[in-house]
Every structure is written in structure tokens, then in C-alpha cells.
């Protein structure tokens, strides 16, 4: 029996569209199951600025969608790490690796209207919709989905859950959650700086928390402050100019007066993953798989990774004429993503512990470690390719560069 659909992803977000997306360009039909409306194409809602990293780029690229988005997109060729207070610092740029940036930040609002427009244009969404049920057989599986039109039954060779944190597939199929509450949230708003730094990020540990400045293509920053959950409420209860004037001090006022900040937002950070990422015609991706802390912008990036890969995998299984929901062929996707998903959980995770950490001699030894990377060409690069991500590759092979 032939099934209503090649694939079915459930989340229309970034990650998701990216997987759609490239499930589309191979080919396979495609539905995609998004429980909110689409979006009005309004920027403002969204005041992140997303780092993305060289295999982001390479897959955006491949989606057709970089050239949409190049003029909002501003490079990061050098890359400033600083502790509050302390001697540790550690500077990072992109002739270390050779590289013409180190990174590039896109306004999340653009970012989501580039990629949802594709979607609306290049697969069939089925908006205000949930996923209530799946049940695998041997040949397919039968998905239950509650919407606007009632009740739908639908059958697919492989459903892929790129639905958050929450992911309603990953509970469907009982994948079990390891998680660590950081007790922290970012806060995160855009502003103007008085001396700006061009094409250059900042990240400065605090007693309080981590602080980040994020350059804009518009001239703007974001800056992202995580703090302990018990300082939030007074932090989100400041003034506009208290905000600004603390923000300021953090950075030891190298930036001049910060000013014309925007509406300010807060996520709270979790570390989680799931102790398994595939089933019989079932896989995760994105955040459904691992949401972690976000220490040198890896989320967004190790999920359009994961997006990248499962396509690659998909693509070789059908090319060869295989079942592409069978479990071992999405166990070789599990296995293949294992050490890049484990890597960066475990980088992000150290780098919030240890710069956390209370503990008397944690401080002088995590500088001393700071100013050995600075001065050490090797431990430099290292520290490069794991903080942005250039350690793993992308499998965009067989992707068309379309647009």
C-alpha cells in the first residue's frame, strides 16, 4: 500500500522548515503539521539575533535561502571572551582558521520569514494542527491529526519530530528525558551602542551570569544577560536606562552609553535530551532531540545539523530503494549524529558549570586556561572550531541550490 506521504514533520519552526525543506528538494513528499497560524510577516516579535554557524550557512545556501537573506546578515570575524573582574580573556578571530568569519547573525524575525515562505511555497503545512496519535506498522505508519477540518487520519513512511522541547512525537514514541535546570534565563533585547565594535562578538562572564553582545547587519546589537532565576523578576522590573546602565557597567563601559533598547524578552535554561532519537519510522531533530544551554550559540546550529543529516540519510535509503522509516537505517542517522550531539551538550554544559561555579580556585584556573588558548595558535583553533561549530561538518550533498 502506497502511504499518503513520504515524510511527516510535526513543527513548522526553524529546525523544521530546514528539514522540510530539504526533504522536498530530494523529492519526497512532504506534510508539515504546525500547531500555531502562520506567521503575518511583521518583524518585531522575535529580538534574537541567531548565530549561525559555517555548516548553517552551507545548508541555508543549499536551501536557496542565503541570497534572500544576505542583507540583513552581519559576519563575525573576531570573537572577544572576558571574566568580569578577572585576568582571563581570550581573543578569537577568523585568520586563526583561515576562515572569512567565524560566524554570521541573522535577525531571527528574518530568518523565519525567509524559511517559512519556502515552506508555504515548496511543501504542503497544515496550520493550527496537532499530532494526537501515531502507530507504526510495518509498512507504514498512521498518524492521527486534530486541526480546523476535525479529525484526519493520514499515513507516512516516517514521521520526524522537530516540535521543541515538548515534543509531543518524542512522547508518542516514549523516549525517555534527562534534564538539568541551570535555574537561569536570558534576557534578551536589542540596542544601540555608542562606540560599536564592527563584525566582532562578545561574551563576558559575570558573578551573574554570562553576558553577550551580538552585532547586527542594521548597526545594532543584541545583547543576551543570563541570571539566576531568583534575580530575574528585579531584572525584568527595571527601567529601560537601569537595564541599560547595568548592562553597561557589565561590560566594564568599554562600549560607551548603551541606549534604545527594544522590547526585552526571557527564556529559561535547561539542559535536556532524550535517551533516544529514532524508533520505528520515527526520528527527532532540533530541539526535540536536545535543547541545550546557550554557550556559543550551538542550539539553533546542532539542530539544522541534524535537519542536514536526516536528509542526507533519507535521501541515500530512497535512492537505493530501501524503506526510509525502517529503524536501522534511521539507527545509522542516530549513530552518525551521536558524537556531534554529545560534543556540543558537553562543551555548552562545562563552560555553565565552571563559569558558574563558586568554588575559590575555579576562577584563577579558568583564566589561566582563557590566556593559554589566546596564546596558543593550537589550543586556539581548537577552541574555534568547537565554539562555533566548525568541528562538524554538513551533509548538504544531493541538496539543489535553488533561488
Known amino acids: 500500500m502506497q502511504p499518503d506521504y ?8 526553524l ?26 510577516g511583521q518583524v518585531g516579535g522575535d529580538v534574537r539575533g541567531l548565530a549561525l554557524s559555517f555548516s548553517s550557512r552551507q545548508l541555508i545556501e543549499a536551501l536557496g535561502l542565503w541570497s534572500v537573506l544576505s542583507a540583513q546578515i552581519a559576519p563575525i570575524r573576531y570573537i572577544h571572551v572576558s571574566d568580569q573582574g578577572r585576568f582571563g580573556f581570550t581573543h578569537l578571530s577568523a585568520d586563526d582558521v583561515g576562515a572569512d568569519a567565524l560566524g554570521y547573525v541573522c535577525p531571527a524575525d528574518y ?8 515552506l508555504k511555497e515548496q511543501c504542503e503545512v497544515q496550520w493550527q494542527s496537532t499530532l494526537t496519535r501515531i502507530d507504526t506498522g510495518s509498512e507504514y505508519a498512521q498518524i492521527r491529526i486534530e486541526g480546523g477540518a476535525g479529525t484526519v487520519n493520514i499515513t507516512t513512511r516516517l514521521v520526524i519530530g522537530a516540535d521543541g522541547m515538548h515534543s509531543r512525537v518524542r512522547e508518542t514514541m516514549g523516549a525517555a528525558v534527562q534534564q538539568r535546570d541551570y535555574r537561569q534565563s536570558a534576557i534578551v533585547a536589542n ?46 522590573g527595571l527601567s529601560d536606562k537601569e537595564y541599560l546602565d547595568e548592562l553597561a557597567a557589565g561590560f566594564g ?56 543529516a536526516l536528509a542526507a540519510s533519507v535521501g541515500r535509503v530512497r535512492s537505493k530503494g530501501g524503506d526510509i522509516g525502517d529503524l536501522e537505517c534511521l539507527s545509522e542517522f542516530a549513530t552518525g549524529r551521536r558524537a556531534d550531539q554529545r560534543d556540543v551538550i558537553r562543551f555548552t554544559d562545562t563552560m555553565a558549570q ?3 561555579s563558586k568554588i575559590p580556585l575555579i576562577g584563577p584556573l579558568r583564566d ?36
Open 6 to 13: 513520504d515524510c511527516v514533520v510535526v513543527g513548522a519552526g
Open 191 to 236: 540596542l544601540a551602542l555608542q562606540y560599536p565594535v564592527p563584525e566582532t562578538a562578545f561574551e563576558r562572564f559575570t558573578p551573574s551570569g554570562p553576558l553577550a553582545l551580538l552585532p547586527l547587519s542594521s548597526g545594532r546589537h543584541v545583547a543576551v544577560r543570563c541570571c539566576t532565576d531568583t534575580e530575574l523578576e528585579r531584572l525584568v
Open 111 to 118: 530568518l523565519a520569514d525567509a524559511t517559512e515562505a519556502a
Open 354 to 356: 565552571v563559569f558558574a
Open 253 to 308: 563601559y568599554r562600549f560607551g552609553a548603551f541606549s534604545d533598547v527594544g522590547p526585552r524578552r526571557t527564556h529559561k535554561l535547561v539542559l535536556q535530551w532524550a535517551d533516544h532519537i529514532v524508533d520505528h519510522r520515527i526520528a527527532l531533530v532540533g530541539a526535540a532531540a536536545n535543547t541545550i544551554h546557550p554557550n556559543g550559540a550551538q542550539g539553533l546550529n546542532l539542530g539544522l545539523r541534524d535537519a542536514a
Open 368 to 403: 589561566a586556561v582563557m590566556l593559554a588558548a589566546d596564546i596558543s595558535p593550537t589550543s586556539k583553533r581548537s577552541l574555534i572550531r568547537r565554539a562555533t561549530g566548525m568541528h562538524a561538518g554538513t551533509p548538504t550533498a544531493g541538496l539543489q541550490i535553488i533561488g
Open 15 to 40: 529546525v523544521g522548515a530546514a528539514q522540510a525543506l530539504a526533504l522536498c528538494q530530494r523529492d519526497l513528499s512532504v506534510l508539515v503539521i504546525e500547531a500555531r497560524e502562520p506567521r503575518s
